[in-house]
Each structure stands twice: as structure tokens, then as C-alpha cells.
């Protein structure tokens, strides 16, 4: 398991994006490709937002956890995003 490596701002706007991509998902009339694939991001946003790990961010070194955010072990990178 790692470290979490997303600040809560950084949470606040994927949970946000999940949420308007779910209501564009319910808003639409059908469901095709498209709608697929957006259900698939915002289930990845809210696993994100909600455990406050990104593992695109860990392989690439990055972290957007400040000084104000509890991230243990300095967020799993010393690069902030």
C-alpha cells in the first residue's frame, strides 16, 4: 500500500469532477462508449478523492500534499503537482 500522495485541495476538485461527470452520465439519454469511460473516471476520481492515493502520481514521483495535509512519510514524493 502507499503513502497518501494527494493534498486535500487536490481531493476536494477530484471528488468535485466526479461528481459533474456522474450528472452528465444521468443527465444523458443514452448510454453509450462514451458514458462507459466517464463511469470508469469518476470511479477512479472518487477512489482517489476518498482514500487520498494516486498511484499515476506515485509512479511518476509526484505529490500534491503540503505542509497542512497529513501525509505520512512526506506523501510518497518530493515533487509537488
Not at 5 to 26: D, P, Q, S
Not at 28 to 55: D, K, T
Amino acid at each position: 500500500m502507499i503513502d497518501r500522495n494527494i493534498g486535500t485541495i487536490e481531493r476536494i476538485v477530484r471528488f468535485t469532477l466526479g461528481a459533474v461527470i456522474v450528472a452528465w452520465i444521468l443527465s444523458s439519454e443514452r448510454f453509450g462508449l462514451s458514458q462507459g469511460v466517464a463511469v470508469i473516471i469518476a470511479f477512479a476520481l472518487f477512489w482517489n478523492s476518498i482514500f487520498g492515493r494516486c498511484y499515476l502520481w506515485k509512479w511518476l514521483g509526484l505529490s500534491s500534499c503540503g505542509p497542512e495535509d497529513d501525509c505520512s512519510a512526506g506523501g510518497g514524493g518530493d515533487s509537488r503537482a
